[in-house]
């Protein structure tokens, strides 16, 4: 389960803050992915980065912004503008060659905001 | 875009019997569609894939099928065990490095 690690596990934030969740991976994989994952809506793609300085936005990308300043980090931030924080937050990496698409994800990071 | 629509939410089996996920997808461009196991307080991972010039994978108890012209995939676990009881999730991609996701089955394996 090493190579990509979030932190911390558990968040807590007031309303109004904005909060950054952290994304590190030792894999020397290209790509780089944020989800949101509630209950009974499966994996929703936040942003994705592809190589160091582009990221795209996934399905579900306002009031969430990225940056990949390096290879190995895609931090996320949750903003004041994003309504429904709360939730648990994955990160993922993958290799980006033709042959395998295989998705590492993290351990997680849960978010919650009262 | 793509969509991905995966059935049944829930399953539930008895150990020893089968089981079957099913998923549907909208983009024929897609030609990649890989399966993840999330257990209870884990990360996602990958349990098996399929490419779109195959129409049957398997690994020990574990098949995953394709059927390019209905647009729909299926997992088939054998000789359930309790420990796969989990959230499998099915995914399909366009060769890109992006994945569409299913909304996820919970698999509960009764002893």
């Known amino acids: 389960d090493g190579g990509i690690t979030q932190s911390p596990k558990y968040l807590f934030r007031k309303e109004g803050q904005n909060v950054t969740l952290s994304c590190e991976q030792n894999?020397?994989?290209?790509?780089m992915y944020w989800y949101r994952q509630d209950p009974g809506q499966g994996l929703r793609l936040i942003y994705y980065?592809?190589?160091?300085?582009?990221?795209q936005k996934g399905d579900i990308a306002e009031g969430y912004s990225v940056s990949r300043e390096k290879k190995e980090s895609f931090p996320l931030t949750v903003t004041s503008a994003q309504k429904n924080p709360t939730a648990f937050y994955l990160c993922?990496?993958?290799?980006?060659?033709?042959?395998?698409?295989?998705?590492?994800f993290g351990p997680g990071t849960r978010l919650t905001v009262t | 875009g793509e969509n991905v629509e995966q059935h049944p939410s829930t399953l539930s089996v008895q150990e020893g019997d089968s089981a079957v996920i099913k998923c549907t997808y909208s983009?024929?461009?897609?030609?990649?569609f890989p399966w993840y196991k999330q257990e209870l307080g884990k990360r996602p991972q990958l349990i098996i894939d399929i490419r779109s010039n195959v129409g049957e994978k398997k690994d020990q108890r574990i098949a995953v099928t394709l059927n390019k012209t209905a647009k729909h995939f299926s997992l088939h676990i054998t000789e359930t065990q309790p420990e796969d009881s989990a959230v499998y999730f099915c995914?399909?991609?366009?060769?890109?490095?992006?994945?569409?996701f299913g909304t996820g089955t919970r698999l509960q394996v009764f002893p």
């Open positions: 894999l020397n994989h290209d790509a």
């Open positions: 983009d024929s461009a897609s030609n990649y």
């Open positions: 980065s592809q190589i160091v300085n582009d990221f």
């Open positions: 995914a399909a991609s366009d060769n890109t490095d992006k994945l569409i």
């Open positions: 993922a990496s993958s290799i980006s060659s033709g042959d395998s698409y295989e998705q590492y």
